[in-house]
């Protein structure tokens, strides 16, 4: 980011990073995503500002993905984590399907309702996105203009590196699958974000790779990376997450 004073907001942008992952990364027993998992069918209340607005996005991109992107698929994803050499029969598939489906959580700004116990969420196809949205939005806070925030494989560029141009931001994904010898595309972006997935990358990073949200399976088809562009990260990366899903049309 530019700031004419060289001020550096360091330390702010790591608080904000780590009181999103202390709300919402499942990684971790004590969160608030934690503890509603945890949760029964009575109403949840949130504690953070952060769970209503990614749940909200996620509700909106699983509408109109028709499901492709949906973070209850999180019992099938421990379903085939757990299984290590021999997969998740059938059987066991369809009997963890019954929690599968974000229609079973109903929510408004003040507080969640799980319909069905034993559902639970995982906001890990668009978390980082929405990261990337609240670095950005920290800064603007501060009076930057100029700023380029590049979180995982996501993007977000505001105003310009200098008078003329615009942020240059690398299409890793598809960079992951051309020769040496072949010169990386780039994306120009201004006033944009930008989502970048690939199955390159998540094997590289010992990731979940996506799960089929209408069969619990991991989805057969020959698309390799997806890159969106969009008015902020996490609508990207969701819907970069939603076509790694369904592939090609």
């Not at 780590?18 to 029964?40: C, G, M, V, W």
């Not at 949840?44 to 028709?66: A, D, G, H, I």
Request: net charge neutral; charged share 20%; with cysteine.
């Amino acid at each position: 980011y530019l700031d004419r004073w060289g001020r550096s907001y360091q330390q702010e942008i790591e608080q904000v990073l780590d009181k999103i992952a202390q709300a919402l990364s499942y990684s971790f027993p004590t969160t608030e995503l934690a503890r509603f998992n945890a949760h029964d069918c009575s109403e949840f209340y949130f504690s953070s500002p952060f769970f209503y607005p990614v749940l909200n996005k996620s509700k909106e991109v699983y509408r109109n993905t028709q499901g492709a992107f949906d973070p209850t698929v999180q019992p099938w994803l421990e379903a085939w984590s757990h299984s290590k050499e021999v997969p998740p029969s059938a059987e066991q598939l369809r009997s963890l399907q019954a929690y599968v489906g974000l229609d079973y959580i109903v929510a408004n700004e003040r507080r969640a309702k799980k319909l069905k116990e034993g559902v639970r969420l995982d906001f890990g196809g668009l978390l980082q996105g929405y990261a990337a949205d609240q670095v950005a939005a920290l800064l603007r806070a501060r009076g930057i203009v100029h700023m380029q925030i590049a979180l995982g494989g996501n993007v977000v560029a505001h105003g310009r590196p200098s008078k003329g141009q615009a942020w240059h931001t690398v299409l890793e994904p598809m960079a992951a699958f051309l020769t040496a010898t072949t010169k990386h595309p780039t994306l120009k972006v201004t006033d944009q974000a930008v989502a970048k997935v690939s199955r390159q990358t998540q094997e590289a990073a010992h990731q979940d790779i996506w799960i089929d949200p209408a069969t619990g399976a991991f989805p057969q088809h020959t698309l390799l990376a997806a890159v969106v562009i969009a008015p902020d990260c996490i609508t990207a990366e969701a819907y970069a997450t939603a076509m790694m899903v369904r592939g090609l049309p």
